[in-house]
T-cell receptor
Framework: EPEVTQTPSHQVTQMGQEVILRCVPI?????FYWYRQILGQKVEFLVS????????KSEIFDDQFSVERPDGSNFTLKIRSTKLEDSAMYFC????????????FGSGTQLSVL | GQQVMQIPQYQHVQEGEDFTTYCNSS?????IQWYKQRPGGHPVFLIQ?????EVKKQKRLTFQFGEAKKNSSLHITATQTTDVGTYFC???????????FGPGTRLSVLP
């Protein structure tokens, strides 16, 4: 089965530093998402992306966050100035055609902000 | 805003016992999805329910969508150690565009 690929699997950074989390969605999928999961808690929606623009974002996705699809295959999440509370597992997901289809999740990037 | 709730938060069962997790939404849902996340893993899609009162089965797993389309359940018959993980339900948000996940039920199966 095709997979969503995420790199790196782990990222450790100092508070205030910028991080970029990378994702390669499944090639023919059209909708892309970032979710995060603080340890032991629920999966929280951050942002959805379609047709090269953000289609929806949550309250968590403030001005410190941005997403980009720079080259037609990669889908990145940038956190400009990380805070301790940004420590979480970040999952990228993609959907084939319609928003109400099943989500294919990547394996995640564990971000630790020190 | 829309809320999706699940109970119980944790469930410990002996291998061979049955398990049920319940999902409730504050709003009527057009559909509901269930995902399983193994420890240290990522959520993996299990099933989607669309019709009122729908029941679907996958081997030992039975999924049900309530008549009012505001609640759902997942029942596992005769649990096995491979069933260990967290089970999440997810429903479309108020705009119908993205999925809101419930807090999950973490299942432990004792051999």
């Amino acid at each position: 089965e095709p997979e969503v690929t995420q790199t790196p699997s782990h990222q450790v950074t100092q508070m205030g530093q910028e991080v970029i989390l990378r994702c390669v969605p499944i090639s023919n999928h059209l909708y892309f998402y970032w979710y995060r999961q603080i340890l032991g808690q629920k999966v929280e929606f951050l942002v959805s992306f379609y047709n090269n623009e953000i289609s929806e974002k949550s309250e968590i996705f403030d001005d410190q966050f941005s997403v980009e699809r720079p080259d037609g295959s990669n889908f990145t999440l940038k956190i400009r100035s990380t805070k301790l509370e940004d420590s979480a597992m970040y999952f990228c997901a993609s959907v084939l055609v319609a928003r109400n289809e099943k989500l294919f999740f990547g394996s995640g990037t564990q971000l630790s902000v020190l | 805003g829309q809320q999706v709730m699940q109970i119980p938060q944790y469930q410990h069962v002996q291998e061979g016992e049955d398990f049920t997790t319940y999902c409730n939404s504050s709003t009527t849902l057009s559909n509901i999805q269930w995902y399983k996340q193994r420890p240290g893993g990522h959520p993996v899609f299990l099933i989607q329910l669309v019709k009122s009162g729908e029941v679907k089965k996958q081997k030992r797993l039975t999924f049900q969508f309530g008549e009012a389309k505001k609640n759902s359940s997942l029942h596992i018959t005769a649990t096995q150690t491979t069933d260990v993980g967290t089970y999440f339900c997810a429903g479309p948000d108020n705009y119908g565009q993205n999925f809101v996940f419930g807090p999950g039920t973490r299942l432990s199966v004792l051999p």
